[in-house]
């Protein structure tokens, strides 16, 4: 049956079928939308995870592209100031906190954030103006004000800043931290009796420990003793364990000469774990520098000194010190262990190991530098100071081809550090010499003075050591005589040259040479004594001669000036 369909009821169905098809474009566009939309959260969301996660290089990458795609996406802009911050890239974040705020001028955060930019960035004109404006705005929001009133100190309008502390004060009332910056400002301003009157009014209105001992600290510094141990007390009978309180009541009798109560609250003040350990380290540095008063006080003080290490026994300053007094004080033994357990505390560190090598050093633990030398060597290879020490504890052991080894090795790693090729040349010619290879000693000596024409040490003992053998005394002469115009107080250097003086035979000017030497700390070592003793022996003032030689076989009987002087008599 054939079906047929009127000219209007056909008109009906085409409308229909536009009006479907309208409505599946419709739907098919709204899904897109849908779909980009998704896509936008889902890379913002993941952008956000990561940053969330420590991974702002990635982070940084996800939000630079929704910038791309969406350039008034606020947020991402927003986000990636604050990774251009963590970066220090302050250009960077200024335009994406400005881009941030374009896009929404009305969000509090994004303005705050390009206030502070600006002024990390010295702009502090600008960034006043958007707290400024905030503040209008906001003028309940206080917590903002404590960066304006930095922003106006650093401007030195003071005026501005007090007023920012009068609206803080308007609606949230006085605190401790207005009152504070109110006397700090009144300081700033070189105002002090007013800084100081404002305070004491406010501690009488809102006392507390703090401004208590401001106070207290002020008056100490005028020297009105009593008046600062008043707010001392003050403060501590506020907060019986407030710490400055308790340093400076502790000062304050220190200065009366009232050691005993001096003690009794610094003992407890070292003992707090909670004390800065360094400014504590400081203090107890004066105190050391005072050796009459550790003297007076050596019981008290070791007590301090204890304390402070107790409390703070993995700070590697406060070790070292604490092992330094323990030599000082003739306990070695206990400041090498300190030391070597500060080695363990941080065994990655260059500077602990440095300080006990440096300790075993002058103690002249010479199996101990040259071993553990060698250990810091394994984590620190090719340390140059490391490997000196090292060579110096294996040529005080007598290891010389060892010694020789390291010094060469030295050597070949100091291309271009031309102070220690110096030194290492030097110390070479030492060694070389300790080894009876008398040749490459002097060899090593020349291109010492070849390199640095002045390097003292090695002009005095090659001259020395020339002399010794009788040889080429002229060129001694003029080595040495160098070194003592370089250092006329060295007495080894003034004794080399009366030294060779006298083998040359100018007994005369030997003498008065190795006076020289005397004075300047000569008579304390037994080579000078003898030096001074056969010279004046030469000149005939044999009692005087015999009096030096018995001083200087007190001072070293290895050197058998006795059995010397024994010989001399029966001549």
């Known amino acids: 049956m054939i079906n047929t369909i009127s000219h209007k009821s056909g008109r009906i169905i085409s409308k229909i079928i536009v009006?479907?098809?309208?409505?599946?474009?419709?739907?098919?566009?709204?899904?897109?939308?849908?779909?980009?939309?998704?896509?936008?959260?889902?890379?913002?969301?993941?952008?956000?995870?990561?940053?969330?996660?420590?991974?702002?290089?990635?982070?940084?990458?996800?939000?630079?592209?929704?910038?791309?795609?969406?350039?008034?996406?606020?947020?991402?802009?927003?986000?990636?100031?604050?990774?251009?911050?963590?970066?220090n890239d302050l250009e960077n974040a200024k335009k994406s906190a400005s881009a941030a705020l374009k896009a929404d001028p009305s969000n509090v955060w994004y303005k705050i954030e390009l206030a502070r930019i600006y002024a990390a960035t010295g702009e502090i004109?600008?960034?006043?103006?958007?707290?400024?404006?905030?503040?209008?705005?906001?003028s309940a929001k206080t917590d903002l004000y404590l960066d304006m009133i930095?922003?106006?100190?650093?401007?030195?309008?003071?005026?501005?800043?007090?007023?920012?502390?009068?609206?803080?004060?308007?609606?949230?009332?006085?605190?401790?931290?207005?009152?504070?910056?109110?006397?700090?400002?009144?300081?700033?301003?070189?105002?002090?009796?007013?800084?100081?009157?404002?305070?004491?009014?406010?501690?009488?209105?809102?006392?507390?420990?703090?401004?208590?001992?401001?106070?207290?600290?002020?008056?100490?510094?005028?020297?009105?003793?009593?008046?600062?141990?008043?707010?001392?007390?003050?403060?501590?009978?506020?907060?019986?364990?407030?710490?400055?309180a308790t340093f400076g009541i502790a000062e304050s009798y220190r200065i009366r000469g009232q050691f005993d109560l001096y003690f009794e609250y610094m003992f407890p003040f070292m003992a707090n774990t909670e004390?800065?350990?360094?400014?504590?380290?400081?203090y107890m540095k004066e105190i050391m520098a005072n050796p009459k008063f550790v003297q007076t006080f050596f019981p008290q003080v070791d007590t301090?000194?204890?304390?402070?290490?107790?409390?703070?026994?993995?700070?590697t300053s406060?070790?070292?010190?604490?092992?330094?007094?323990?030599?000082?004080?003739?306990?070695?033994?206990?400041?090498?262990?300190?030391?070597?357990?500060?080695?363990?505390?941080?065994?990655?560190?260059?500077?602990?190991?440095?300080?006990?090598?440096?300790?075993?050093?002058?103690?002249?633990?010479?199996?101990?530098?040259?071993?553990?030398?060698?250990?810091?060597?394994?984590?620190?290879?090719?340390?140059?100071d490391f490997m000196q020490l090292k060579g110096i504890g294996q040529l005080q052991l007598n290891k010389t081809e060892e010694s020789i080894s390291t010094f060469k090795e030295i050597l070949r790693l100091a291309n271009g550090d031309s102070a220690t090729t110096v030194r290492t040349l030097s110390i070479l010619g030492d060694t070389y010499y300790m080894a009876g290879n008398k040749k490459e000693a002097y060899k090593y000596y020349q291109k010492t003075i070849?390199?640095?024409?002045?390097?003292?040490?090695?002009?005095?003992?090659?001259?020395?050591?020339l002399s010794e053998e009788g040889?080429?005394?002229?060129?001694?002469?003029?080595?040495?005589?160098?070194?003592?115009?370089?250092?006329?107080?060295?007495?080894?250097?003034?004794?080399?040259?009366?030294?060779?003086?006298?083998?040359?035979?100018?007994?005369?000017?030997?003498?008065?040479?190795?006076?020289?030497a005397m004075v300047f700390g000569g008579n304390q070592n037994a080579d000078i004594l003898d030096h001074y003793a056969m010279v004046l022996f030469e000149l005939g003032e044999k009692d005087l001669a015999f009096m030096y030689w018995g001083q200087a076989d007190k001072l070293n009987p290895s050197l058998g000036i006795a059995a010397k002087v024994d010989k001399l008599k029966q001549k």
């Open 19 to 87: 009006l479907a098809i309208l409505l599946v474009a419709g739907t098919a566009y709204l899904g897109a939308q849908q779909k980009s939309s998704i896509e936008k959260d889902y890379k913002y969301m993941e952008a956000l995870r990561l940053l969330n996660l420590g991974h702002p290089a990635e982070s940084e990458k996800i939000f630079l592209e929704l910038v791309k795609e969406y350039p008034s996406m606020d947020a991402a802009h927003f986000y990636l100031s604050k990774i251009y911050i963590s970066k």
């Open 125 to 138: 004109d600008n960034s006043i103006a958007i707290y400024e404006e905030v503040r209008q705005n906001n």
């Open 150 to 244: 930095e922003l106006y100190i650093r401007k030195q309008n003071y005026e501005g800043a007090l007023s920012i502390i009068d609206d803080i004060e308007r609606v949230s009332g006085k605190s401790e931290a207005t009152g504070l910056t109110r006397y700090n400002i009144f300081i700033y301003q070189k105002k002090t009796e007013e800084a100081i009157a404002y305070l004491k009014e406010f501690d009488k209105e809102q006392p507390s420990p703090r401004t208590s001992t401001m106070l207290g600290d002020y008056y100490a510094s005028i020297q009105k003793d009593t008046l600062a141990m008043e707010y001392y007390a003050t403060a501590l009978s506020l907060d019986p364990k407030y710490i400055p």
């Open 275 to 282: 004390v800065n350990p360094g400014l504590k380290n400081e």
């Open 304 to 315: 301090m000194m204890q304390n402070l290490f107790g409390a703070h026994p993995r700070d």
């Open 318 to 384: 406060i070790a070292y010190n604490f092992a330094v007094f323990m030599v000082q004080t003739s306990r070695p033994d206990v400041g090498l262990k300190v030391l070597e357990q500060n080695i363990k505390n941080f065994p990655q560190e260059r500077g602990p190991r440095h300080q006990y090598l440096s300790l075993a050093y002058y103690l002249e633990k010479w199996e101990i530098l040259a071993s553990q030398s060698d250990t810091a060597l394994v984590w620190f290879p090719a340390d140059l």
């Open 450 to 465: 070849d390199i640095e024409p002045k390097h003292a040490p090695a002009l005095n003992n090659y001259a020395y050591y």
């Open 471 to 516: 040889k080429q005394l002229r060129k001694a002469l003029a080595m040495s005589k160098k070194t003592v115009v370089l250092e006329p107080e060295n007495a080894t250097y003034l004794d080399t040259y009366a030294w060779i003086l006298h083998k040359m035979g100018n007994n005369a000017e030997a003498k008065k040479m190795l006076k020289q």
